[in-house]
C-alpha cells in the first residue's frame, strides 16, 4: 500500500462513521423537511402537487404566528438570561465560595431535576402550581393567609420559564462552577491584597477568567431551548389558548396533532433558518472563533 | 513604613498545626527573610501578614496596632507570589494599575503612579502588553510594580525568584534588594534557598516544622547556629555532622578522643558539626583516604573517609591536588558543638584535633 492510498484510508476511517451519521440524521433531516415544505403532504402521506402556499400561509397567512414568535422570544430570553446564564452563574459563585461539602451539596439539590424523567419533573411541576389548595404553592401561600393562586391560568409563561430554568440551570452551574474551580487561587488572593472586596474580585478576576465559559453557554442555551418544548408540552401544553406555544410546539402541533405534514415542515425550515442566523450572530459577538484557535496537540 | 509584630502568633487547620506559637518583630524598613524548607511555616506566617490567613490565637500588630481582625483589603500590604498572579485579561498598565483603580485614584493621577512605577522596575516599554506576551523576568518586575504602586506599607514576597533561570535569578537579587532600599518599604522575603536570604536580607528567620529556630544576622546563622537544623540548612556543601559521645571531659569521635575546649559539663551524646571549608588537607594528626573528588569550578570538593568518619572538605584552586584512593591527613580550625538529644548547640567551642 503506498502512503497516499494509505493517507487517503486514515481519512476515510476516521472521518467516514461520523460524517454518515452527521449526514443521516442533520443533514439529510433538513433536506426532506425543505422538500416536504413545498409540496401538500398530509396524514396520508400523499403528494399531490407541488407549491408555496405553506411559505406563503407563514408570511402572512396564519394570524397566530405573531403570538407564538413573541412566546418564543420571551421563552427563550427570559430562561436563558434569568436561569440557564445568570442563575448558573449565581449558583457556581456561591457554591464555590462555600466549604467544600456545604457546595457540593446545594450543587447536587440543584442537578436533582436533571436526573428525574421529564415527566416526572413535568408533574411535580403540574402538581407545584396546582390551582386547588392541594398545590405545594397553596399550600404556602394558605399558611400566609392569601386566597390561592392559579399561575397556569394566570401566568402560564412565568410557570413555563420557572420548569424550564430550575432544570436548565444545572447545565451552566456545573460548567461554571468547573471554570471557576480552575482559575489560579494566587490570582484572588492577588485581588484581595489589591485591595479588591468580594464583588470585585467577581467582576474583575471571576467574570473575565470564564468569559468563554459564559459565552459557550449562552449560544448553546440559545440554541436547545430554541428547538425545545417538551416541558411546556406536558404542563401547560400551550395553553391556555396559544398563551405559552413556542415556535417548536408549533411545528409539533400543526404538523403530528393537525396532520398537516407539509405545512409543519415549513414552520420547521423557519427554526433551522432562525436557529443558524442565532448561531452566526452570537458565535460573531462572541468572537468564539478566537476560542477556537490554536490547536493544543501537534498533528502531522 | 510600618513595624511588623507577632505575638504568640499560631494558625492551625483543623488538627493540622501549620504554625507554633511565633514571637517575630520587624523593624520599619528592615529586610527580612524567613528561609526554611517546604511545610516549615514560611509561607503560613506570610499569609497571616497578608490577611489572608487569619491567625488561629495570638496578635499582629502593624505600627503597634492590633490587625488581626482587618481584611486583607485594607491592610495596604504589597504581595508578590511565586506564580507573580498578573491578571491575564489585563494590559501590564492595568495590572500594575489595579490597586490604584480599587481606591478609586484619579484617572490622571494613577496614569502618573503608574508609569512612575514601571519606570523604577524599567518596565515601562511593555505597559501595552499582555503578561502571556512577557517572558519570566519582566512579569516579575510587573508583579513588583503592582505591589508597590499603592506604596505598602509592607511588602510580601514569596518566593519571588524561584521561577527564574539563574542568570535573571542573580540581576533580579540585586534589584530588589535596590529597590526595597531606594524606597525603605518594610520587606519580608519567604525563600527556601539560603543565597536568596543571606544576600538580599538584613536579618534571616529560620524556620522548622512550625517553629522559629533562629533569628540573626547571616553571620549569626552561620557561625553560631542555634540548632542542628540552622547549621545543617545553611551552608554549601553542608556542614560535615559527625556523632560521638562525651566522657570525663573529652570528646570521642570515631577512633579518636579530643580535649573539650570549654569548661562544663557536657552530656553523654554529642554531634560536632566541622564546615567543610574549615578543614585542611595535608596538614594535621587524622588520616583518612579520598573516596572522590568533585570539581565545582573554582574549588574542589573532596570525600574524605577519616578516623573520625566520612567527611566533606571543600578545598580551593581549579586544579584537583589528590586522586581517589590517595592517603591524607587533614585538621580543622574550628567546629561546632551540638547536643545529640535536644539538637540545640551547646555554648562552647567545639573540640579541634591538636
Known amino acids: ?300 | 513604613m510600618a513595624t511588623v509584630e507577632l505575638d504568640k502568633v499560631e494558625k492551625r487547620f483543623g488538627e493540622v498545626v501549620a504554625l507554633e506559637p511565633v514571637d517575630l518583630a520587624i523593624r520599619s524598613g528592615e529586610f527580612l527573610a524567613i528561609l526554611g524548607p517546604s511545610g516549615c511555616g514560611k509561607s503560613t506566617t506570610l499569609f497571616l501578614l497578608a490577611g489572608i490567613y487569619a491567625p488561629s490565637a495570638g496578635e499582629i500588630r502593624f505600627d503597634g496596632v492590633r490587625i488581626n481582625e482587618i481584611e486583607a483589603k485594607d491592610r495596604n500590604v504589597g504581595i508578590v507570589f511565586q506564580s507573580y498572579a498578573l491578571y491575564p485579561h489585563m494590559t501590564v498598565a492595568q495590572n500594575i494599575g489595579f490597586p490604584l483603580r480599587l481606591k478609586r485614584v484619579p484617572i490622571d493621577e494613577s496614569k502618573r503612579r503608574v508609569e512612575a512605577i514601571a519606570r523604577l522596575v524599567r518596565v515601562e516599554e511593555l505597559l501595552d502588553r499582555k503578561p502571556a506576551q512577557l517572558s519570566g523576568g519582566q512579569q516579575q518586575r510587573v508583579a513588583l510594580a503592582r505591589a508597590l504602586v499603592k506604596e505598602p506599607q509592607l511588602l510580601l514576597l514569596d518566593e519571588p525568584l524561584s521561577n527564574l533561570d539563574a542568570g535573571l535569578r542573580l540581576a533580579m537579587r540585586g534589584e530588589i534588594r535596590r529597590l526595597q532600599r531606594e524606597l525603605g518599604v518594610t520587606t519580608v522575603l519567604v525563600t527556601h534557598d539560603q543565597i536568596e536570604a543571606v544576600t538580599m536580607a538584613d536579618r534571616i528567620v529560620c524556620m522548622s516544622k512550625g517553629r522559629i529556630e533562629q533569628i540573626g544576622t547571616a553571620d549569626d546563622l552561620y557561625a553560631r547556629p542555634a540548632s542542628l537544623f540552622v547549621a545543617s540548612f545553611l551552608g554549601s556543601p553542608p556542614i560535615n555532622l559527625v556523632e560521638g559521645t562525651a566522657e570525663d571531659g573529652a570528646v570521642r569521635l570515631g577512633e579518636r578522643s579530643f580535649a573539650a575546649n570549654g569548661s562544663g559539663p557536657l552530656p553523654q551524646r554529642v554531634v560536632v558539626g566541622i564546615r567543610p571549608e574549615a578543614i585542611r588537607l595535608g596538614e594535621g594528626p587524622i588520616r583518612g583516604r579520598i573516596l572522590d573528588g568533585e570539581p565545582h569550578g573554582r574549588e574542589w570538593i573532596w570525600l574524605v573517609e577519616s578516623e573520625v568518619g566520612a567527611l566533606r572538605v571543600v578545598e580551593p584552586g581549579a586544579a584537583p591536588r589528590h586522586r581517589a584512593g590517595e592517603q591524607v591527613v587533614l585538621g580543622w580550625s574550628e567546629s561546632l558543638l551540638f547536643d545529640a538529644a535536644d539538637e540545640r548547640r551547646l555554648q562552647m567551642p567545639g573540640p579541634v584535633p591538636s
Open chain 1, 1 to 300: 500500500m503506498t502512503a497516499a492510498t494509505r493517507s487517503r484510508l486514515d481519512r476515510l476511517v476516521f472521518l467516514g462513521p461520523a460524517t454518515a451519521l452527521l449526514m443521516l440524521f442533520y443533514v439529510l433531516p433538513v433536506i426532506v423537511d425543505v422538500a416536504i415544505a413545498f409540496t401538500d403532504m398530509g396524514r396520508n402521506l400523499e403528494v399531490t402537487r407541488v407549491t408555496t402556499e405553506n411559505v406563503a400561509r407563514i408570511f402572512g397567512g396564519d394570524r397566530r404566528l405573531a403570538q407564538v414568535l413573541t412566546n418564543t422570544l420571551v421563552y427563550v430570553v427570559c430562561t436563558l438570561t434569568l436561569f440557564n446564564v445568570g442563575y448558573a452563574l449565581l449558583l457556581a459563585l456561591t457554591t464555590t465560595a462555600l466549604p467544600d461539602r456545604a457546595g457540593a451539596f446545594f450543587r447536587s439539590v440543584w442537578l436533582l431535576p436533571r436526573m428525574s424523567p421529564s415527566v416526572v419533573y413535568a408533574l411535580l411541576w403540574t402538581w407545584v402550581v396546582a390551582p386547588t389548595e392541594y398545590g405545594l404553592l397553596n399550600q404556602i401561600v394558605a399558611g400566609i393567609g392569601m386566597p390561592p393562586l392559579d399561575l397556569k391560568s394566570d401566568a402560564p409563561m412565568l410557570v413555563v420559564v420557572l420548569a424550564n430554568g430550575f432544570i436548565g440551570a444545572s447545565f451552566g452551574m456545573i460548567i461554571f462552577t468547573s471554570a471557576i474551580r480552575s482559575i489560579p487561587q494566587h490570582l484572588f488572593y492577588a485581588a484581595r491584597a489589591d485591595g479588591a472586596n468580594g464583588l470585585q474580585i467577581v467582576r474583575h478576576v471571576t467574570l473575565p477568567q470564564i468569559r468563554w465559559h459564559l459565552s459557550f453557554v449562552t449560544l448553546y442555551q440559545a440554541l436547545s431551548l430554541l428547538v425545545s418544548f417538551e416541558y411546556i408540552w406536558l404542563i401547560t401544553d400551550g395553553g391556555p389558548f396559544y398563551d405559552t406555544t413556542v415556535w417548536a410546539l408549533y411545528v409539533y402541533q400543526r404538523a403530528f396533532t393537525s396532520g398537516q405534514y407539509a405545512y409543519g415542515a415549513a414552520l420547521a425550515l423557519v427554526l433551522v433558518a432562525a436557529g443558524i442566523v442565532a448561531a452566526l450572530v452570537l458565535w460573531r459577538f462572541f468572537d468564539m472563533r478566537a476560542l477556537l484557535q490554536r490547536p493544543r496537540i501537534e498533528v502531522s
